[in-house]
């Protein structure tokens, strides 16, 4: 029953900026971790941001904190992820997906959506 559908990817310059939207069903957003996820091609997947919807902590990658920020519109049941100053080393295949375990490792999260490619290039 959980289904998690992303959105927003595309082909964008080094410092610009971009939306992805995460629209989920099947559970409570703010019952469960959400999170987005990407994994560039041969590297492994890594966390980007979690938010806990049951205590809004959010649980920020080391490599985009400061440039990258989760929200979420519980009544719309969407999640986004606000993209900004993007460098080439952000392309890669984004992911979100939830669980119930606190934190924003990947083997943590149970269900997944399709994924959707953001290519940062000039």
């Given amino acids: 029953q959980f289904q998690l559908v992303e959105s927003g990817g595309g082909l964008v310059q080094p410092g610009g900026?971009?939306?992805l939207s995460c629209v989920v069903s099947g559970f409570r957003l703010d019952a469960y971790v959400i999170g987005w996820f990407r994994q560039a091609p041969g590297k492994g997947r890594e966390g980007v941001l979690c938010i806990d919807g049951r205590t809004n902590?959010?649980?920020?990658?080391d490599s985009v904190k400061g440039r990258f920020t989760i929200s979420r519109d519980n009544a719309k049941k969407t999640v986004h992820l606000q993209m900004n100053n993007l460098k080439t080393e952000?392309?890669?295949v984004y992911y979100c997906a939830t669980g119930t375990r606190a934190g924003c490792d990947p083997y943590e999260f149970n269900y997944w959506g399709q994924g959707i490619q953001v290519t940062v290039s000039s």
């Fill in 17 to 19: 900026s971009l939306r």
């Fill in 57 to 61: 902590y959010t649980y920020y990658g």
């Fill in 90 to 92: 952000d392309t890669a």
